[in-house]
């Protein structure tokens, strides 16, 4: 049984920073891609941040110079470091984990951060 489980969101004030996490169980996760999508309300998902097996990040303009996006494969773990959130941060977070050969495509279930005073 494949599992992506988040944790570490919240509501935060702008300015203040968040750690997002997701446990992976039930892959062979030091092969995987990982990334963080967010969806708000009325809007399509986004990729955030991604990393590859490698190692290598790369982020979508939105998080660029405020997210780092890294992993720990001895814990199979994934980690969103947010700072100097905005309100329009405010989405669901969601875990992804993809491979190829075979292709495989996994989702976290969400977690909500919310970016309000």
């Known amino acids: 049984q494949v599992q992506l489980v988040e944790s570490g969101g919240g509501l935060v004030q702008p300015g203040g920073s968040l750690r997002l996490s997701c446990a992976a169980s039930g892959i062979i996760f030091r092969i995987y891609t990982m990334g963080w999508y967010r969806q708000a309300p009325g809007k399509q998902r986004e990729l955030v941040a991604l990393?590859?097996?490698?190692?290598?990040?790369n982020y979508t303009d939105s998080g660029k110079g405020r997210f780092t996006i890294s992993r720990d494969n001895a814990k199979n773990t994934v980690y969103l470091q947010m700072n100097s959130l905005k309100p329009e941060d405010t989405a669901v977070y969601y875990c992804n984990a993809r491979r190829l050969r075979p292709t495989v495509n996994y989702w976290g279930q969400g977690t909500q951060v919310i970016v309000s005073s």
């Open positions: 990393i590859t097996s490698g190692g290598i990040t």
